[in-house]
């Protein structure tokens, strides 16, 4: 890994041959044009939209919210009630959040890692309180899903979906090459959407009337507005200097 | 069923053709679909790859008059393996396609190694379960700490997330990974299908780490596929030798064609999803078709009849269940064998040229083992190690293949 950004080698662009671009260019022809599309074609003016929208509208979806683990427990809770009849989608955002907690700590331990080998000296603390909040939220979540008489072990669709969307979270932050700005700016990415998606929750709980958990899940939104300052301004210290700083608490 | 094999013509193979559009179907759910169905895709994908794997390297010994006929039948061979390939959904990222991929190799192994007739034979694949079973756990060890999931929801419970023989143990001289065969004279149908099928589906773990491998980014994970990659080609060396080499070609084309339509009636008997069971179903015809064809010219070339090799009906369904307490206990019991030449010794008897083998590639130590150092599977993942959500009392939520019977 390098600490900075530094002119190099790069090899993309058409400046880097500007001779083998103006043969390119030379090439682009009718003759050219007229090939490009097979005389035989059968649906000659079949786009690539056409066939996206064909696939959207006979496809079924990614999957549903799994059944509560006790009805009974349902019922107890008022939660169907509570929730307009539609306490799936209230388990469904919590059920993201629980998965996005969990592998946003798991992002912590790899980002936490990177700092500690580059910054060996350095005070990391703060990176170590928000990897502790994050795991501490996961179990908040779980608690939060069985209060509701839901199962914290099952995937839901949002859930699954929002790890497609950290799927490349996950490849910049453990990749030895990139350096810290450029994983920050990862974690960064992942800050934004937990305080967004911190505030989904405190606004399907207000309106489905569960005042402790709103209470809860308004307490670890403020640490989310903390992570995501903190990660904000280390970041922006980072690339300004260009290179490795140590983060100075706001 | 009693299909009777010598006369079944199937499905025409000149209509066995289809449309990018219809080899481009809605895949299964990740969330809804039942894990068994997704073994059975990913089993029959394998086994198409085989299929076309054995046809071209006839090919290359072949006149152009059969590299025709097999041209003709892989055709159809590739648009098969399409169409299953590409039912595995996008939300499933590498490493959790990896765990089926492990829960194959598991299931289906030990779903083998309890109908194997063949004493020595059934020992070979206890002996390779135990290891896809220990990559099963490292994987799943690696899919927690790298991207914070729960192998168990891919798993669905089939399948324990337990050490199996360690990985570090699986490295071995390759003059020890070279079996007896049987006699595909004498030997029973099962056991050349058996053979046939895990090989298949070891060849194509083979090629998926082999392709995975660097799309990751985290070293450790690059690194253990590399470590797996190689185990896996130990085991295609391992199931491969199995197979009798004194088959003609066109035996043996006659025996993969009736091995995949075989696997096909076993996928369509237990399938619970209708739209995947129509596949099933559909692709079952498919190989009827193929199996006359071959047959025709094994009669035709051979000047033999066809009942010599063939079967007239296919065995019982191959069960594909969870086979925990099996797992278990072939672990207890064999997890320290080791293997020298073509047997099974105790570790001690090893031989110099495996620990030396061994010695060499982990000479930085094993990454495995380093991924799993101190994990212990709880639900939800390790980070509930602490305080696990506890089990909920109302069993079975839903209707699973656990229930249905053969
Ligand atoms: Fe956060
Ligand atoms: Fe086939
Ligand atoms: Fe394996
Ligand atoms: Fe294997
Ligand atoms: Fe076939």
């Given at each position: 890994m390098k600490e900075s950004v530094y002119i190099g080698q790069n090899k993309t662009g058409l400046g880097v041959a500007p001779r083998f671009a103006r043969e390119m260019l030379d090439n682009q022809d009718d003759e050219f044009k007229l090939i490009a599309q097979a005389e035989d074609d059968p649906f000659p003016t079949l786009t690539h939209e056409d066939i996206k929208q064909e696939y959207i509208r006979e496809w079924g979806d990614i999957g549903s919210v799994p059944p509560p683990a006790s009805l009974k427990g349902m019922a107890v809770s008022g939660i169907q009630k509570l929730t307009g009849g539609h306490p799936e989608v209230l388990i469904d955002k919590i059920g993201e959040r629980l998965a996005f907690e969990r592998s946003g700590a798991r992002l912590y331990e790899a980002f936490i890692l990177k700092c500690e080998t580059v910054?060996?000296?350095?005070?990391l603390s703060f990176l170590h309180d928000i990897y502790i909040e994050e795991v501490r939220h996961f179990q908040l979540l779980n608690e939060a899903i069985k209060r509701l008489g839901g199962d914290p072990t099952a995937v839901t669709p949002c859930a699954d979906v929002a790890a497609v969307i950290g799927k490349g979270l996950v490849a910049v932050v453990n990749d030895p090459r990139t350096n810290i700005a450029q994983s920050a700016h990862a974690v960064l990415a992942a800050e934004l959407l937990d305080n967004d998606g911190w505030d989904m929750l405190i606004r399907l709980t207000d309106e489905a009337g569960l005042q402790d958990m709103r209470d809860d899940f308004q307490e670890a939104k403020e640490a989310e507005d903390r992570h995501l300052k903190e990660v904000r301004n280390w970041l922006t210290e980072l690339v300004v200097s260009n290179k490795v700083v140590r983060h100075q608490r706001h | 069923m009693s299909l009777d094999l010598h006369r079944s013509r199937g499905y025409p193979l000149e209509r066995q053709i289809s449309s990018w559009k219809n080899l481009v179907q809605e895949p299964v759910s990740k969330l809804d679909d039942d894990a068994l169905t997704k073994v059975r895709v990913v089993l029959m994908n394998g086994i198409e790859l085989e299929s076309i794997h054995f046809s071209r390297c006839f090919a290359r010994v072949s006149d152009t008059e059969m590299r025709r006929h097999l041209a003709k039948v892989r055709r159809v061979e590739q648009q098969q393996a399409t169409t299953i390939n590409w039912l595995l959904p996008a939300d499933l990222s590498p490493l959790e396609t990896t765990i089926i991929y492990e829960q194959v190799a598991t299931e289906i192994t030990a779903a083998v190694a309890q109908i194997e007739p063949d004493e020595y034979l059934a020992q070979c694949y206890r002996f390779g379960l135990l290891e896809d079973f220990d990559h099963l756990f490292r994987y799943s060890a690696l899919l927690d700490r790298l991207e914070g999931k729960d192998a168990a929801d891919i798993l669905q419970g089939y399948t324990d997330i337990l050490p199996g023989r360690p990985t570090f143990y699986h490295h071995r001289d390759p003059m020890d990974d070279v079996r007896n065969h049987f006699d595909g004279k004498k030997a029973d149908p099962i056991t050349q299908f058996n053979a046939l099928t895990i090989m298949a589906a070891e060849q194509q773990t083979w090629n998926y780490y082999m392709n995975i491998g660097p799309m990751f980014s985290d070293p450790v994970a690059r690194q253990i596929y590399a470590e797996i990659a190689s185990v896996e080609e130990q085991h295609v060396t391992h199931y491969s030798s199995m197979i009798d080499p004194n088959q003609s070609w066109l035996e043996r084309w006659v025996m993969h064609e009736v091995n995949e339509a075989y696997l096909y009636y076993t996928c369509m008997e237990q399938e619970t999803n209708p739209r995947i069971k129509a596949i099933w179903e559909r692709f079952l015809d498919f190989e009827l078709a193929h199996l006359r064809y071959v047959s025709d010219l094994f009669e035709k070339t051979?000047?033999?009849?066809?009942a010599e090799i063939l079967p007239k009906t296919f065995p019982d369904p191959l069960p594909m269940r969870s086979n925990r307490e099996f797992v278990r206990s072939c672990v207890l019991e064999e997890v320290d064998l080791r293997a020298r030449g073509t047997e099974f010794v105790p570790a001690?008897?090893?031989?110099e040229a495996t620990r030396k083998y061994r010695r060499t590639v982990h000479a930085h130590g094993d990454p495995a083992a380093a991924v799993s150092r101190y994990y212990w599977w709880a639900p939800g993942g390790e980070l509930n190690r602490e305080n696990p959500p506890e089990i909920p009392a109302d069993e079975n939520l839903f209707e699973r293949q656990e229930e249905t019977r053969l």
């Amino acid at each position: 890994m390098k600490e900075s950004v530094y002119i190099g080698q790069n090899k993309t662009g058409l400046g880097v041959a500007p001779r083998f671009a103006r043969e390119m260019l030379d090439n682009q022809d009718d003759e050219f044009k007229l090939i490009a599309q097979a005389e035989d074609d059968p649906f000659p003016t079949l786009t690539h939209e056409d066939i996206k929208q064909e696939y959207i509208r006979e496809w079924g979806d990614i999957g549903s919210v799994p059944p509560p683990a006790s009805l009974k427990g349902m019922a107890v809770s008022g939660i169907q009630k509570l929730t307009g009849g539609h306490p799936e989608v209230l388990i469904d955002k919590i059920g993201e959040r629980l998965a996005f907690e969990r592998s946003g700590a798991r992002l912590y331990e790899a980002f936490i890692l990177k700092c500690e080998t580059v910054l060996p000296d350095s005070s990391l603390s703060f990176l170590h309180d928000i990897y502790i909040e994050e795991v501490r939220h996961f179990q908040l979540l779980n608690e939060a899903i069985k209060r509701l008489g839901g199962d914290p072990t099952a995937v839901t669709p949002c859930a699954d979906v929002a790890a497609v969307i950290g799927k490349g979270l996950v490849a910049v932050v453990n990749d030895p090459r990139t350096n810290i700005a450029q994983s920050a700016h990862a974690v960064l990415a992942a800050e934004l959407l937990d305080n967004d998606g911190w505030d989904m929750l405190i606004r399907l709980t207000d309106e489905a009337g569960l005042q402790d958990m709103r209470d809860d899940f308004q307490e670890a939104k403020e640490a989310e507005d903390r992570h995501l300052k903190e990660v904000r301004n280390w970041l922006t210290e980072l690339v300004v200097s260009n290179k490795v700083v140590r983060h100075q608490r706001h | 069923m009693s299909l009777d094999l010598h006369r079944s013509r199937g499905y025409p193979l000149e209509r066995q053709i289809s449309s990018w559009k219809n080899l481009v179907q809605e895949p299964v759910s990740k969330l809804d679909d039942d894990a068994l169905t997704k073994v059975r895709v990913v089993l029959m994908n394998g086994i198409e790859l085989e299929s076309i794997h054995f046809s071209r390297c006839f090919a290359r010994v072949s006149d152009t008059e059969m590299r025709r006929h097999l041209a003709k039948v892989r055709r159809v061979e590739q648009q098969q393996a399409t169409t299953i390939n590409w039912l595995l959904p996008a939300d499933l990222s590498p490493l959790e396609t990896t765990i089926i991929y492990e829960q194959v190799a598991t299931e289906i192994t030990a779903a083998v190694a309890q109908i194997e007739p063949d004493e020595y034979l059934a020992q070979c694949y206890r002996f390779g379960l135990l290891e896809d079973f220990d990559h099963l756990f490292r994987y799943s060890a690696l899919l927690d700490r790298l991207e914070g999931k729960d192998a168990a929801d891919i798993l669905q419970g089939y399948t324990d997330i337990l050490p199996g023989r360690p990985t570090f143990y699986h490295h071995r001289d390759p003059m020890d990974d070279v079996r007896n065969h049987f006699d595909g004279k004498k030997a029973d149908p099962i056991t050349q299908f058996n053979a046939l099928t895990i090989m298949a589906a070891e060849q194509q773990t083979w090629n998926y780490y082999m392709n995975i491998g660097p799309m990751f980014s985290d070293p450790v994970a690059r690194q253990i596929y590399a470590e797996i990659a190689s185990v896996e080609e130990q085991h295609v060396t391992h199931y491969s030798s199995m197979i009798d080499p004194n088959q003609s070609w066109l035996e043996r084309w006659v025996m993969h064609e009736v091995n995949e339509a075989y696997l096909y009636y076993t996928c369509m008997e237990q399938e619970t999803n209708p739209r995947i069971k129509a596949i099933w179903e559909r692709f079952l015809d498919f190989e009827l078709a193929h199996l006359r064809y071959v047959s025709d010219l094994f009669e035709k070339t051979e000047k033999r009849d066809i009942a010599e090799i063939l079967p007239k009906t296919f065995p019982d369904p191959l069960p594909m269940r969870s086979n925990r307490e099996f797992v278990r206990s072939c672990v207890l019991e064999e997890v320290d064998l080791r293997a020298r030449g073509t047997e099974f010794v105790p570790a001690e008897l090893e031989s110099e040229a495996t620990r030396k083998y061994r010695r060499t590639v982990h000479a930085h130590g094993d990454p495995a083992a380093a991924v799993s150092r101190y994990y212990w599977w709880a639900p939800g993942g390790e980070l509930n190690r602490e305080n696990p959500p506890e089990i909920p009392a109302d069993e079975n939520l839903f209707e699973r293949q656990e229930e249905t019977r053969l």
